[in-house]
């Protein structure tokens, strides 16, 4: 690790703490010099640093860029070690996520851009990224689980990133089946899971599970189809949380229930969430729009529905909205 990235992650680990230059050199052993220097590339690359005399530095409340550093201490002990990619800008965190599958990164690899200028959701739709203002993370896992349980890792990060935006902002949020978070009547996480399989033995070679968080509004208007549809955990960043600090408590949530798959008692968590349990929904399939009511989640995570011909079946994949009366 250099100088500069040591220096971020002391400031990091230290928000709300004043550190002299003295003390940085001592503790990190180099020279006040390099201490300087350090300060006026992290200054340079964007981070917003407090230089006050005879106090010393710290980050300033307001900071609040993406990186390993302001990450990685807030991850759980079992995670210390875990990959973290971070990129300023990337088309895709999921495309650059699989490329790295396919060379063989490890099981727990996160992949995190500052921006997505080709950020997807599901059904070929693309998932508005901009800079400064959301977290675009996607995690590389090698799960021993046979690919028909793949809609379990879906419901299974959807919760996860439920309890870690309870946990780190106490704010309830809701989950649209299968993958969308909810804050009210507005979508604030879009998640996208990809996978390999191998067809030989009917098991997965990787899964790709890809996180959008609108935590605040973007410096830019949303675009016009998006105003109604969109929203964000806060209209402005909160001077006591970063977005590294949530990022970094999705990764620890997901990974918990996502690395256990046959303990399912995040089921009854997700059902908890569910938006649409015992409402009128319309499920989208052969082109067209079906009327059926949602009754259940089934143990492998589909949507148990009675369908417009009152007859019970489960969806484990598809689109449905909640039907307006």
């Not at 965190?93 to 921006?115: D, H, M, S, Y």
């Amino acid at each position: 690790m250099s100088t500069k990235q040591k220096l971020l992650q002391t400031l990091e680990e230290n928000r709300e703490t004043y550190l002299s230059g003295e003390v940085l050199a001592s503790t990190m052993a180099v020279s006040r010099s390099a201490i300087w220097k350090a300060i006026k590339s992290l200054k340079e690359a964007g981070y917003e640093i407090e230089s006050t005399t005879n106090k010393g530095y710290r980050l300033k409340s307001e900071s609040d860029r993406m990186s390993a550093e302001g990450i990685r201490p807030w991850l759980s002990p079992t995670n210390q070690a875990l990959p973290l990619m971070v990129y300023q800008t990337l088309g895709s965190t999921n495309q650059e996520a699989k490329k790295l599958a396919l060379e063989g990164v490890k099981t727990g690899t996160v992949i995190i851009a500052e921006e997505q200028t080709k950020g997807r959701g599901r059904m070929g739709r693309s998932f508005y990224s901009p800079p400064k203002s959301g977290i675009y993370l996607s995690l590389v896992l090698r799960p021993d689980v046979a690919a028909r349980d793949a809609v379990l890792l879906t419901t299974g990060a959807s919760v996860g990133v439920c309890r870690a935006i309870k946990k780190v902002t106490g704010i309830d949020t809701q989950i649209k089946w299968v993958n969308d978070i909810f804050m009210g009547d507005r979508k604030i996480v879009g998640i996208l899971t990809e996978a390999v399989t191998n067809f030989e033995n009917g098991q997965f070679e990787f899964v790709i599970i890809g996180i959008g968080v609108n935590f605040k509004q973007p410096e830019t208007a949303l675009p016009k189809e998006l105003k109604d549809i969109v929203g964000t955990l806060f209209n402005e960043k909160p001077d006591a949380l970063t977005r590294n600090r949530l990022a970094a408590e999705i990764i620890n949530e997901v990974l918990t229930i996502c690395d256990d798959l046959t303990n399912r008692d995040f089921l009854e968590e997700y059902k908890t969430h569910s938006m649409v349990l015992g409402k009128q929904i319309k499920v989208f399939r052969n082109d067209e729009w079906e009327v059926a009511t949602a009754l259940d989640i089934s143990d492998e995570g589909g949507l148990i529905i009675k369908n417009q011909f009152g007859q019970t079946e489960t969806l484990n994949s598809g689109e449905i909205s909640i039907r307006k009366i």
